[in-house]
C-alpha cells in the first residue's frame, strides 16, 4: 500500500552546489539545489533560482556562471551560502572560499571546490516563482589530486567526497558505496529477458 504525500518537489539526492555569478568584487556565491544536466549534446546544466535572488540579478548582467560542486567538508561554508544574501554580504571573504580565474568566462571558479564547470546562459524559462536557467557548459576542472586517467569520468569520486543534500528533509549527507556499473548492471536481465 503507497501513502501519498502531495504534488511534493522533494527528488533525492541532489547536489548542494555552489553558483558563482558576477565578477571581480562583486562576485557572489548562492547555494543551489535545484541543478542538473539538461542535455549532453550541446553538454547543458538546469539550475532553478526564485526571481527574488541576487544572484539572479547577476546571472542577467553578465549571462555566465560556475556551477562548484563542494565537498562534504565544508558543508557549514555550503549552508552559510544558502542563508545569507550577496546584497549585503561579500561570501567569498566570510567563508575565506578562494576565487580561481576561469578558462573561458569572467565569473570565477572556487578553489576549495574539487569541481567545478563554466557555463554561459543559453535560455531562461520563468516557471511561477522561479526563473530555470539553461547555461551552456564550456569547460569543467576537477582538483589534480583528484583527477584519475583510468576513470572514466577522468577522476575518482570517492577522493572527491561530494556533498549531496536530501532538501525535504534539511539534511546533508556523503555518498554511500559503489554498487556496480550504469548501462551495465542490468545486462544480466536484458539477457534473461530475450529467452522469455
Ligand atoms: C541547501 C540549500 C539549497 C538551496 N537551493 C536553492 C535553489 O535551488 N534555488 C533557490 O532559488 N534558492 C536556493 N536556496 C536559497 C539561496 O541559496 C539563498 O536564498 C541565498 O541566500 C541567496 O543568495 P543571494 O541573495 O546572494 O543570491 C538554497 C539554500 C540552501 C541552504
Not at 522533494?10 to 542535455?39: H, K, M, Q, Y
Not at 577522476?155 to 556496480?180: C, Q
Amino acid at each position: 500500500m503507497k501513502k501519498q504525500l502531495g504534488p511534493s518537489d522533494a527528488i533525492f539526492p541532489v547536489p548542494a552546489a555552489l553558483i558563482v555569478s558576477g565578477t571581480d568584487e562583486d562576485a557572489n556565491i548562492i547555494t543551489l539545489a535545484w541543478v542538473g544536466i539538461a542535455s549532453s549534446t550541446p553538454p547543458t546544466i538546469g539550475i532553478s533560482i526564485r526571481q527574488s535572488r541576487y544572484s539572479l540579478e547577476l546571472i542577467r548582467n553578465t549571462g555566465e556562471f560556475s556551477v562548484n560542486f563542494p565537498d562534504a567538508s565544508i558543508f557549514k561554508e555550503v549552508d552559510y551560502c544558502g542563508i545569507t544574501t550577496g546584497r549585503r554580504r561579500n561570501k567569498f571573504k566570510d567563508t575565506g572560499f578562494t576565487p580561481l580565474a576561469s578558462k573561458k568566462i569572467k565569473s570565477p571558479i572556487i578553489k576549495e571546490c574539487p569541481y567545478n564547470i563554466e557555463c554561459r546562459v543559453s535560455q531562461e524559462i520563468i516557471i511561477g516563482d522561479y526563473v530555470h536557467i539553461l547555461g551552456e557548459i564550456l569547460e569543467s576542472h576537477v582538483d589534480g589530486d583528484k583527477a584519475d586517467k583510468s576513470k572514466r569520468a577522468g577522476f575518482d569520486l570517492l577522493k572527491i567526497n561530494p556533498l549531496v543534500y536530501f532538501a525535504e528533509a534539511r539534511e546533508y549527507w556523503t555518498v554511500g558505496e559503489k554498487l556496480g556499473y550504469g548501462f551495465s548492471a542490468g545486462k544480466a536481465i536484458k539477457e534473461k529477458s530475450k529467452n522469455r
